[in-house]
Structure formats: C-alpha cells, structure tokens
C-alpha cells in the first residue's frame, strides 16, 4: 500500500523529511478496524512529532491522527462497525498513524461519518473536536459555574484548528459567552463568523481588553497556543476559583501565579484515553458521534480551510511548513491517494 513516512526525525525542508513509500497492508484482529483512507489532516502534533522523533532503524515512522475512510475489514471482537460503513476518527499516538492506503484503528475511539460532510470535510474534525470537547466538558466543566464570575470562556488562538471548533461547541450547547483571540483582519473575521461572541487581539495585553468589555472575570480560559507568552495576562484576567486549560507544551510554566486566586489548572491530551486504554476510552467514539450529529443537524460546521490532492510526501510537506509557520487558518486537509 502508499503511505507516506520517513526515517530520520528533522526539518521539513530536508529532502527526507517525508517520502512516499509502500508498505505491506495491515490485518484486522481483535477490536481494530481496518480503514481504508480517503482523506487526512495535519495537525501541530504531526510536526512536533516528525521534529522530534525517530523510529527504530530501517523502519518507516508514519505520522497522520486524523482520517476520514470506508472500513474495509474488521477484527473479530469488534461489534460497532462493519465492512462499507464510512468513519471518522484521530487514532492513537502510539500506534502507526493514518498517512496511508490502509490504516489500523481501536473501534472505541471510531465514529460514522457526518453524512452531510465530504470527506474532505469531515476529515478536518476529530483530532480538534476530541481535544476541545474534553476540555470544554471533561477538564474545564464549563456547564458548571464559578460563583461570582462571569459565565463567560476566553479562547486564546481561537483561529486555529482546536480554537474554530471550540468555538463552536460553546456557541452549540452552552450558553456560556465566547470571547476569542485572533491577531489579523482575516482571523478575527473568522472566528466571528463561527460564533464568537467577542474578538480581541492577542498581539496587545490580554487582561486589559477583557476588562474594557465590562462583563466582568471570566470563569473560563482555554489556551491552545503559546500559553508562555500569555501566561501572566492569563492570571490576571481569569476570576477566583476559575479553570484553566492548556494544551500546547511550554518548556517551563510558573503557575504559582494561581495559587492566589485558587484556580485550578487542566492539561488536555486527547491520546490519553487510547495510550491508557483508560476504562472510558470509548467516550472518544461516543462524543464523535455526537459531533457528526451536530454536524448534520446545521449547528455546527467544519473548520476546512484549505484541501491538498493527492494524498502524497509533497503536498503533506507543504501542509506541515504552513502548520509551522503559525499562520494556519482552520485546517488544512489532504484528499485521495
């Protein structure tokens, strides 16, 4: 089968930084599904990984958490799918990712398809909907309120990819107020076009803006990018007793600043569940399913912003160089091999 790898961890512009290869096509056993791909998604992880990660000698790394497909066989415990039915899904970190024909992946942390979406479409949707959905409503708790704080969520990098389907998951089915950050005319018109309810710039002092929109401590921040930057605002604009969550990985993280203010402090990694196999794994499965169901019933939308045919090493190269360029915009998906 194609599939797209590479041997040695390193830059993207070097010549083997991804390569097109073949490799031999994987067999479903157990609780695994075999997909076979039609379209994929780039996200930061897949750069932080192909930077900085090597597979053991004389093998192929394969990177790729996010991927829409047709199942095309199943292992014999698995009792949700069968052969034709159309999936979505991000896979495991720990496992070989989906940049190929063939593509093995636990059953639990699967969903069927939006039927409204192409695969393009959908294909721009789990790896973002399963990172913002646990921290909206696993980590942050959101539909709980902070007593005494404003009933309102500050998403700092609401452009990106997790940040525009974040967005759209509070705006669906919260009534908690969507304050997003975006730096460009062309980001915040963006995120006010997915719900937010107000726009600031995170280029200028965070705290400041928040406070001249007079509807007091917000009780929410979710932090998807360059947290060490933002930190201090952070601490100054978020109420007592708020909840933060981050994501993104910060060499370092003073997060004494807090302390005074008794709020506590939430890292989200959406591989959790399958590195664990935690006894909740099939939560990931379950949520997909219901973001396909929002999807097909108008109230949220993808966050595709840009598709790249054929699946292959040059054009997933130049996904990765603009995922690492910081001006992504939604997500950039790669469609058919």
């Known amino acids: 089968m194609k599939a797209i790898g590479y041997r040695t961890a390193g830059a993207i512009d070097s010549t083997t930084a991804l390569e097109d290869v073949e490799l031999p096509r994987p067999k479903a056993t157990g609780r695994d599904i075999l997909v076979e791909v039609a379209a994929i998604s780039v996200n930061p992880v897949d750069t932080k990984v ?7 000698a004389g093998e192929w790394k394969v ?5 829409v497909g047709r199942v095309a066989e199943i292992g014999e415990a698995v009792t949700a799918f069968k052969p034709g039915d159309e999936v979505f899904y991000a896979g495991s970190i720990t496992r070989p990712g989906a940049n190929s024909q063939f593509h093995l992946v636990d059953e639990r942390i ?6 409204s979406l192409s695969n393009a479409e959908a294909a721009a949707l789990p790896l973002t909907a399963i990172t913002a959905w646990e921290m909206l409503f696993d980590r942050l708790d959101i539909r709980r309120p902070v007593p005494g704080a404003a009933n309102a969520i500050v998403i700092v990098g609401g452009a990106g990819g997790v940040g ?3 967005i759209q998951l509070v705006r669906a089915l919260t009534d908690v107020t969507v304050i997003a950050t975006a730096s460009r005319p062309e980001t915040q018109d963006w995120v006010r076009e997915l719900g937010a309810h107000h726009v600031i710039d995170h280029s200028k002092p965070i705290a400041e803006q928040i406070a001249a929109l007079g509807i007091g401590a917000p009780a929410f921040v979710f932090s998807t990018t360059e947290t060490h930057r933002h930190l201090d605002e952070i601490v100054e604009l978020i109420a007592p007793q708020g909840r933060f969550g981050l994501i993104d990985d910060p060499e370092a993280l003073n997060i004494m600043g807090f302390k005074r203010k008794a709020a506590s402090i939430h890292w989200e990694l959406m591989f959790t569940r399958p590195i664990f196999q935690t006894p909740d794994m099939d939560e990931q499965g379950k949520l997909l399913n219901e973001v396909a ?3 097909d019933g108008g109230r949220i939308r993808t966050t595709l912003s840009q598709v790249l045919r054929p699946i292959n090493a040059e054009n997933l190269k130049q996904a990765h160089a603009l995922i690492e360029s910081g001006r992504a915009k939604g997500k950039i998906v790669l469609e058919g091999f």
């Open 50 to 56: 192909r930077r900085r990660a090597s597979p053991e």
């Open 63 to 67: 990177l790729g958490w996010d991927a």
């Open 110 to 115: 699967v969903g069927h398809k939006p039927q």
């Open 164 to 166: 525009s389907i974040a």
């Open 293 to 295: 169901a929002l999807i």
